[in-house]
């Protein structure tokens, strides 16, 4: 039975922090950023990660005395109240299969996977029955969860299981898709695009932080998503099939019909209930954010990556607009971007016109359209160590801009939240 909770007055508190503890269980950057800020907040933290970084964890977190490292997940698990699993998406079963066992009575278990069809099933799984997973837990154990998460100052979004796999896919997947892609292919043609006068300014600007941004982060973070959420397999196979019939339009020269299908999926996506707004962003903002020398003159582009994307959006009847209180900061700048090419008609038409009679992007376009299809091909056939190879080696290309666009991107995301904090 888990322990009896009131949450009265702030006597009644600090004598819950003094029996309630919390277990991390894998202490890679975001379970190290949880038992910073729990701990931090007064609570007791146990934690744990794989056995050979034992001793320097315990050195790092030595000077904070309400930490305790322990050498494995056993004896984080029998001594915590609240265990969160803060592991790999693709490692999620095998963890919690060797350490769930040992789980206290009556503890309460949750994980942090970008993915929770994989995390439920290793939960309910491997779990003692006794265990309160968030959805069989009671309202207390949930109050005393949102007590412990509230040190983080966010906005708590409760969901199934079911519906946080959909919106991130929705608000993700396809997103990370687009992006990677361009790393493969600035990387097959041996560019760094911000030394290129046509990739620099406005949402060229997007395009390039993002990427960069995107492949300085470790590859688990997006092979979890993309691999194990079937929803996201299907959206990433749709867009490369977008790509890949858009650029078809392009090369054939069908002026109508690319023109009918672009506005007829841009009229779906952006539907006039969902434009109270001004425009999220404009090449004036983006301008500001630019890691080369922005030109005189911008080179128009046609604008593949974000015809696909609305192309994609409107034949899986996906509206952007239904999941702003959960999207996150990269998939709110590539929606700004998208909102702004379709409502701004002469650009619209520029890019449209651009498809058809300028060969500028061509052979570009040829790559990313190779890279679409090359990462939607391995994601379908779920392998992991694939998905890394092809991962860090664009990674290890792009390397020695990282920290640059890390500093410009961040900026460009404040900007970006900043425009839709109110939506």
Known sequence: MAPKMTFGGS???SKLMERISVGIIGMGDMGKLYAKRISEAGWRVNACDR???YLALREEFADRNNVKIYPNGHLVSRASDYILYSVEAGMIDKVVAEYGPSTKQGAIVGGQTSCKA????????HLPEDVLIKHRASHESLQLVERILSCFGCKHVYLS???????????????HAAFLSMGTAWTANRQFPWEIAR?????????INVTLRIYSNKWHVYAGLAILNPSAKIQIKEYAESVTELYKLMLGGHREELEKRVKTAGAAVFKTPHLDHDLLLRDEVLDRFSLGK???ERTPNNHLSLLAMVDCWWKLGIVPYDHMICSTPLFRLWLGVTEYLFRTPDLLEEVLRVAIDDNTFRSDDLEFTFAARGWSECVSFGDFESYRDRFEKIQQYFAPRFPEATRVGNEMIKTILEKTQDD
Request: net charge negative; charged share 25%.
């Open 161 to 175: 299981a079911e519906s946080h796999d959909r919106i991130t896919a929705d608000t993700q997947a396809v997103t």
């Open 11 to 13: 006597h009644e508190f």
């Open 294 to 296: 922005v030109p005189q």
């Open 51 to 53: 056995a050979e970084n």
């Open 118 to 125: 994989p995390e439920m099933a290793a939960l309910e799984k």
């Open 199 to 207: 990739y620099v300014g406005g949402i060229e600007n997007v395009k």
